[in-house]
């Protein structure tokens, strides 16, 4: 029996330690079952109003979500355990910092537009969450478009003249009014939303729910 491609409409932002958690639980969860992914990836701001020299990481999780220093360990340690085991290295080390995310959005639109949505996304993920670049930076954003094999200075003159920003705003202003509040929000087969990390157990049993569903 030939498996359908279910598409699945990602709703996320690179700052999200969740959304790369549930990508990856969502990809195990279709190997698992053998369902082709028709993915697409949609953009989500946590911190718009993040200036350029962002925010230590501790300190703004503690702000924003007025937790203690040592919850905020334990969550780091909760994702970096859950993280290791789908081959994520969350390199939390002193001195992280969370960086506003609308240009490394605008690079992902530009992307897409090279055929390369999906790796570009993967490589900020990787970028941000293990190499602890600066994903805010018109630069780095650029040579992580050179190792894609991608045109850096054709990336750096659409980061710089801004050519993606308006197309980024339309996008994620449409999430916002489906009701898309907070990420990951995943919509299945452009019907079902399911929020927040489901693990591959969890994913698999909506797709395996989405291929029993009559034609």
């Not at 993280?83 to 939390?92: E, N, P, Q, R, Y």
Request: glycine share 8%; net charge negative.
């Amino acid at each position: 029996m030939t498996m359908p491609q279910i598409r699945v409409d990602i709703v996320s932002d690179i700052m999200c330690p969740w959304c790369i958690i549930g990508y990856k639980e969502l990809e195990a969860a279709a190997a698992q079952t053998g369902v082709t992914l028709g993915l697409r990836w949609h953009p989500f701001e946590l911190n718009p109003d993040m200036g350029p020299d962002g925010e230590e990481m501790t300190a703004h999780i503690m702000r924003k979500y007025g937790i203690t220093q040592e919850q905020s360990a334990e969550n780091r340690a909760v994702l970096k355990q859950r993280g290791a085991a789908l081959g994520i290295d969350f390199a939390f080390a002193p001195g992280t910092r969370m960086r506003n995310s609308f240009r490394a959005h605008q690079l992902i639109d530009w992307a897409e537009g090279n055929d390369a949505q999906h790796d570009m996304k993967l490589a900020l993920f990787a970028a941000h969450f293990s190499a602890g670049l600066n994903v805010d930076d018109i630069a780095t954003l650029a040579g992580i478009a050179e190792t894609l094999g991608l045109d850096a200075s054709d990336a750096e003159a659409a980061l710089h003249e801004g050519r993606h920003a308006d197309a980024v705003r339309r996008k994620q202003a449409f999430w916002q009014q489906q009701g898309i509040t907070g990420v990951p929000a995943m919509v299945f087969a452009q019907q079902y939303l399911v929020t927040g990390a489901q693990g591959p157990e969890g994913y698999a049993h909506i797709l395996h729910q989405l291929v029993a569903e009559p034609a």
